[in-house]
Structures are given as structure tokens and as C-alpha cells.
């Protein structure tokens, strides 16, 4: 039978998320499956995998703004911003956790970043860290992007870990270089952890091998959430038998509703049956909707 919802996976250290995505899909028995934006393999913490009908909504948290716990290694420059690449610069570190919390402040709000060249981002129909593996560096567009949220923590002398909340397309390891740069040390990331992407947090996530531990894949099911975790932000409009036959015909309902805006629609047995846009006069138009 077909397999619909949300499971909220702690990626492990040093897989890719899709290798996460096809372990936890074998493990489901299921179809169809997706994710919501990837995490280095570098990166643990907080991968949503959408499987079945969950898919259709897997594009609106590539959109959603992300939380993110990094170790910040101060002094010591790598190749790739973080643990993987090769060390090409070192420098004494002689910063006080004031001047530290100083400099993470100065990246609040709206800042211009230039993407790294070990990233996925592609030129000319190439990926950069293909170009960047054989020892090419191109010219990127400095992109803008948002730092909502910037906290340090643990600071030991060399180290510090930071915990931030940010806009889609931002990097957590040109965030860390520009910090050591702001420090006059320079600094890469010792270690990376996604905590939150959108409304979904990692307190809900289960590890990889929890999973493989279940006896039964009925057990490894149980751990899904519904397809409509991934709407939790829209507002919810339930409709009557009548109402809810003639929305999943794809007509527009004249209800007369308040809200404006993208919303998630239920029929009468609590059951998701899609998305929907209300218009300036009130009328629920189909959007995405899941065949049931």
C-alpha cells in the first residue's frame, strides 16, 4: 500500500542526504520519496524526507528560513570553510568573547554573501565544487541573504559555537569564514548541526539507526508524521461532505472566508486534502491536492 507522510530523520555525520533518503525509503517499503533541501554530508541534524503525496509539498520548506548550531574554529583557514578541506592558512588568535559576540552581531539582518566555490551551485552546467576539485575558481554573484537570529556560545580561547536562524540559500561556512575574517584570524566550521527548518525542530527527528533497529516496518511507519507537518504555518479551512466533493473536482468554493492567502484544507474526517489559495473576495481555489 501506498506510503504517505513526513519523517523527520537526524541525518548522521558523513552520509549524504540522498543516501539518507534511499535508506529510510528502503526501510518504509515506500514509492515515491523526496527531500527538502539537502545537508552537507559534513552536516547532521534536522533532514525532512517526504514520502507519497507529502512530496507534492516538499518544495515549500526549500523556502523556509533554517536553524543552524555550528562549532566555529578561529585561526586556522581551510580550503572548503569547514573540516574536510585542506588547512591553507593559520594565524594566532588573540579575541576576548566580547569582541567574538561583537563581530556575530555585526552579521544580524540583511548581509551579501558570495557562495562558495565548493557548493552546488552551477556555471555554465557545471557544479562549482566539480571546478573547484580540479583546482578552478570563477567569479560568483554575491548573493543577499538574511541572518534573523545569532547567538555565541561555549566560547574556549579558539572556539566557539554559534547558533543562528536563517534565510533559504545562506552559508553557514562563508557565515563562519566572514566572522573570522571580521576577527582578523580567519576561521573555518569544526562541525555543523541543523536544528530547525521551518516550524519542524530536531526534538521531533529520529536517528538512522533507531530506524533500522525497528522489527517490523509497521514500527518504522509509526514514525511518520502526517503529509500536513510540512504546512503547519498555513492557515486551516475544514469543509462540510458537500463542500469537500466539490473542491476535490477542482471548483472554487464562494465561503466568504476572512483569511487571504495560501491555506491547507480538510474534509469533514480531518483528512488533508490539499492546498488552497483564498482570493481578495473570500472564494477558496484549488491548489495542490492529494487523490484520495
Known amino acids: 500500500d501506498p506510503i504517505d507522510g513526513v519523517m523527520l530523520l537526524d541525518k548522521p555525520l558523513g552520509m549524504s542526504s540522498n543516501a539518507a533518503l534511499q535508506t529510510v525509503r528502503r526501510l518504509l517499503n515506500a ?13 547532521t541534524g534536522l533532514l525532512p524526507l517526504c514520502f507519497g503525496n507529502a512530496t507534492k509539498f516538499s518544495a515549500d520548506l526549500l523556502h523556509a528560513k533554517k536553524g543552524y548550531s555550528a562549532r566555529v574554529r578561529l585561526g586556522i583557514v581551510t580550503s572548503t570553510g569547514d573540516a574536510e578541506g585542506d588547512v591553507i592558512e593559520t594565524h594566532p588568535v588573540h579575541v576576548t568573547e566580547e569582541q567574538v559576540r561583537a563581530a556575530c552581531a555585526r552579521f544580524l539582518g540583511e548581509i551579501e554573501q558570495i557562495p562558495p566555490m565548493y557548493s552546488a551551485l552551477k556555471k555554465d552546467g557545471r557544479c562549482l565544487y566539480e571546478l573547484a576539485r580540479q583546482g578552478e575558481t570563477v567569479e560568483r554573484e554575491p548573493r543577499r541573504v ?32 566572514d566572522i573570522g575574517r571580521e576577527l582578523g584570524c580567519g576561521a573555518h566550521l569544526s562541525a555543523l548541526r541543523r536544528t530547525r527548518v521551518g516550524d519542524l525542530t530536531l526534538d521531533k527527528a ?57 491555506v491547507r484544507v480538510y474534509d469533514p474526517n480531518q483528512t488533508l486534502l490539499g492546498t488552497a489559495q483564498v482570493n481578495d473576495r473570500g472564494v477558496l481555489e484549488p491548489e495542490r491536492l492529494i487523490a484520495h
Open 31 to 43: 514509492q515515491k520519496a523526496g527531500h527538502t533541501g539537502t545537508l552537507d554530508p559534513l552536516a
Open 146 to 177: 538574511s541572518i534573523e537570529e545569532i547567538a555565541v556560545r561555549d566560547f574556549d580561547g579558539v572556539s566557539f559555537t554559534l547558533d543562528c536562524l536563517v534565510s533559504k540559500g545562506t552559508y553557514i561556512r562563508v557565515l563562519g569564514e
Open 206 to 262: 529520529v536517528s538512522l539507526n533507531e530506524l533500522e533497529k525497528a522489527d517490523s516496518i509497521e514500527a518504522v511507519r509509526a514514525k511518520l508524521l502526517g503529509a500536513d507537518a510540512l504546512l503547519s504555518t498555513l492557515p486551516r479551512i475544514d469543509l462540510n461532505d458537500n463542500e469537500t466533493r466539490r473542491f476535490m473536482n477542482g471548483q472554487r468554493l464562494a465561503m466568504g472566508l476572512e483569511v487571504r492567502g495560501r
